[in-house]
């Protein structure tokens, strides 16, 4: 459909300044994506100097019908892919017209919590693993699989190639690029242990652009695999039985954890986490007790452990940082469903503003 | 097909002067959208210097066999998307040979209209918010609908995405860059409530080019529906039941609404539209009692009423301007099938002119 792609692609700076901005921004349900365009006068890179929007929210849960306006706040700005030129994505959260955010809106509680001078003093960083499955359309089952059977079991397919055992690296490669384009900080991609699962990270990122860099980074795995013909799953156990689950580890460390004599700063920290494990756990993902088993690289849900190398606690700490006495640690527990907003403010809090009551 | 492209995409500004201009007029429906090209010698950007045409009106039901000249007035130039280069489509009306708009020609009264000097004086501006329905070809059923039957309700799809949510967006995309190349001010798009359904909105725009603009972009929408080997619909009911509509819900506003005070005069505005309320529903698209039943974001076609931020009402205030005193308003009420030239010129006349 070259003249289609032609249309698509057709590069408006030579005849006007207008740019498209599509704001997008999480629904009713708190994990669809919704997304409209509108025409700009000219270029914005400054997401304080967008326009405030609204939208339906009767149409999204997320208002009633006879007050229905929702109104946009525009928090990042990104390059968009599927547009270019000077055409821009732009991350936002939704506040009923009186200017409370409304009940969905993690953003707005997070913003709170990554503005308290004690957290920002100490500039936490966050890597996020963002675990994902493909499945085919119609019949929602994964990528690849064989209709009405299973794929050989699990062992040849994580970080693999080849025909029998990566599906959809199409998919895979043109969101990383996408992502790099759009000025995400995506450092990486691999093939999952389960076939049709795939993951990529975000960060480093400081503080609420973890977040905001994660959601522009589903948003655009859910157009691509739109283009794909193939369908996206946040579910963090998928298939039942021996296939792994999906997760988003968070991996986490603040200035004195990095700085010298950071190591004994993670041990304070975890302990921290393992009080208030019951709390986070129930802010970590819907059906996170499907996955959290305690078997297929998990911690089980009711338990809360950690280890150097163990991929099978709630909390791993690399080899690395136990060598060098500093660095970060990995909080395992969050499922691929998880709220951004909500997790990594919640460890900045529980682990930077929390008290313990003796 | 690279070297079908290739030609189709052949820039000829470097071997000749001349451009080709697609002339654009609505047939005998109403809603059937027509066009043929033709040869210019040089670029052209200015509509009064372009010649008049004809076409055979009894090939679209217009004119008798026996006396089949149409004459088109070429009356708006827009950017070819399709052509690019320095070619162009030329929006025009239908009038007799003798000068007499035909009886499908809704243009010319509407322009009458808008040159009245209380309506010139008063700069109508409007935002028309055009929905519409994709097919697949051959079976007229919506677009990433499983054939023989329904995909999951209503929910998911309103601003979606994803395979499973959203149907056709290369053709959305395709139609609001070549919207915006040809000139058009096509001020956004959005995926709607029922899965297949799109809209776009253009404006503000100010009197009788909001008709114009909107017709251009459905003559584009329908040549980029063409190259996807998709159909059009702009019914405003395509499918009966828990399925919404398809409307082309118009914003409008005048000089004195969006000025200080302006919101006791939307006020005045909506009670004369009350007060002719079957006059214009009765002009505001065919087959619209099988959309306005009171759900889906409607409100019954019997009643009139208006509302701040209600989205059931005939009128919708917005928040924003009820909080500023000024602004404009929304009339829900016309269909996807809406003769633009018809709508924006009554709601002048009606909120302008009438007493």
Redesign the interface.
Known sequence: ????????N?D?SD??D?V?AEYIWI?GSGL????????LPGPVSDPSKLPKW???G????QAP?????VILYPQAIFKDP??RGNNILVICDAYT?AGEPIPTNKRCAAAKIFSHPDVVAEVPWYGIEQEYTLLQ??VNWPLGWPLGGFPGPQGPYYCSAGADKAFGRDIVDSHYKACLYAGINISGINGEVMPGQWEFQVGPSVGISAADEIWAAR?IL??I????????SFDPKPIPGDWNGAGAHTNYSTKTMRNEGGYSVIKKAIEKLGLRHKEHIAAYGEGNERRLTGRHETANINTFKWGVANRGASIRVGRDTEKEGKGYFEDRRPASNMDPYVVTSMIAETTLLWKPVS
């Open positions: 459909m070259s003249l289609l792609s032609d249309l698509i057709l408006l005849t006007t207008k498209i629904g669809d994506i919704r997304s409209k365009a509108r025409t609204n939208y339906d009767s149409s999204t849960g019908g006879e007050d229905s306006e599927f547009r017209p359309k119609d948003y859910e157009r695999t739109e283009i794909a013909g193939v369908v996206l």
